[in-house]
Structures are given as C-alpha cells and as structure tokens.
C-alpha cells in the first residue's frame, strides 16, 4: 500500500499545531480537570483522553467528520448541512461548541486566503463556497470536524486517513494544553501520546463507517467540567 505524497502532507498539515485555527486556545474542561485536583499524573492524563476519545471523539466527532467528507465527495450540501446541525445539536457545553465553530470559521478563512486555485482542488468550489457562506451568514454553525472533512476529501484524504489525522490532532492538542497548565514534563507528554495512538487507530476503525444518526457524545463528568469551566474565576483557556 502506498501513500500519495500530496495526501499525506495534507495530513501532517491538518494534523499540526502550527495550524492557524485557535486550537492552542481550547482545552475542552482539562483546565477545569487540573485546577479542581482531579488530574494527579500521566495516568489520570492517559485514562482521561482515552475517554475523551472513546466516548466524544470517536462517537461524535469523527462520526461527523466521516460524513461530512462523504457528503463533500457527494457534492450534498443538504446533507452536510445536516451533519453540522447534528453535531452542534450533540455538542452540550456552550464553551465546547465555541471552540469548535470558531476553529472551524478560521480553518475557512484560512483556506480562501491560501488557496488561488480552486480548480486545483478535487470538488466543485460552489459546495465549499456556499457551505462557507452559509457559516458567515450565521445559517449553519461550521463545526471544526465537518470544515475539516470538507477539506480533507479536497484534499484527498480518504475518510479514515482524515478521521486518524483530526482524532490524533486532538490528542496533542489536550496533551499541548496539559503541558502548558505546567503539570506535565515534555517526556512524560510523549509517553502518554505513545500509549493514546493505538486509541486513535482504535476509535477511527470502529466509527468511520457509522451513520450520522448514530452520532453521540457520553461523557457527563467532562461536560461538567466544561460547564464549570464558564463560570471560572482564573482561566488561561477559552474551554
């Protein structure tokens, strides 16, 4: 099996935290989890994300994204506007859905401030121009996981490849957000990545094929978390 070199790039791109889209702000209740004491070492690191993975990521997200790129390569607006408003819909803590929508508007905005050539880009510019527009106008919430399948499929990213590059994205970034509350040394971060890939992997296998119905998030604590983060009165992050 080989892989394209476009494709793959476009994969490591999406996947960095050198992407513009504001994810270095959103720690998604884990600043909650650190000042509250429930987080004690890479353990409690470890076993948090691989819920977060299993109950929020996998269910939900990559649910969303998996459809949202079938969507794309089905020119099916309606569709796409179906998974976004499904995803918001599952989305609870409001701190959690801005995060997303934000990241997703930016990764927008950042597309059509690099990209002169449309026509180089597999999919018809009218269905990612008026999803966009769509967003802008406030008609559609342009979640993160939904912009970034529209955009890996373009891309040439199959939906698995897509989904293990925004699961593992997530991953570093919590992991990146841990460090920076200063609980946590650069190798012990590494080791707790290490241990969370084959949950990637876990998780994008079980969900890619799931269909938009099936999408849900059940992971009380940390929407709890998300929720008491909002009324914090010290927060270094926006969630």
């Keep these: 099996m080989t892989t394209d070199p476009d494709s793959f790039l476009t994969a490591l791109r999406l996947s960095d935290s050198f992407l513009p889209v504001g994810g270095y702000t959103a720690s998604y209740g884990l600043e ?6 429930r987080i ?9 994300l691989a819920g977060y993975l299993r109950r929020v990521v996998g269910p939900c997200e990559t649910v969303a994204l998996a459809n949202a790129h079938d969507a794309s390569s089905s020119d099916d607006l309606d569709r796409l506007l179906e998974v976004d408003a499904r995803l918001h819909a599952v989305t609870m803590p409001s701190e959690f859905r801005e995060s997303s929508t934000k990241a997703g508007a930016k990764l927008c905005e950042l597309l059509a401030g690099t990209e002169e050539d449309l026509e180089s880009v597999d999919i018809r510019p ?5 999803f966009a527009t769509r967003i802008d106008a406030g008609e559609t919430p342009g979640h993160y996981p ?8 373009s891309r040439g990213l199959s939906r698995l490849e897509a989904c ?5 994205s997530f991953v570093t970034g919590l992991l990146g957000a841990a460090q920076r509350l200063g609980r946590f040394g650069h190798t012990e971060i590494q080791r707790v990545l290490g241990d969370l890939e084959s ?6 296998d079980r969900h890619v094929d799931d269909d938009a119905t099936a999408m849900a998030s059940f992971a009380p ?15 270094l992050f926006m969630s």
């Design 199 to 204: 949950v990637v992997v876990e998780i994008c």
């Design 32 to 37: 909650q989890y650190v000042n509250e004491g």
């Design 126 to 130: 009218g269905l990612r121009q008026e």
């Design 164 to 168: 293990l590059s925004h699961a593992y």
């Design 40 to 48: 004690g070492d890479g353990d409690d690191l470890r076993a948090l």
């Design 146 to 153: 939904v912009v970034f399948g529209v955009v890996a499929q």
């Design 221 to 235: 604590l940390a929407e709890i978390m998300g929720m008491r983060h909002e009324r914090a009165g010290r927060r």
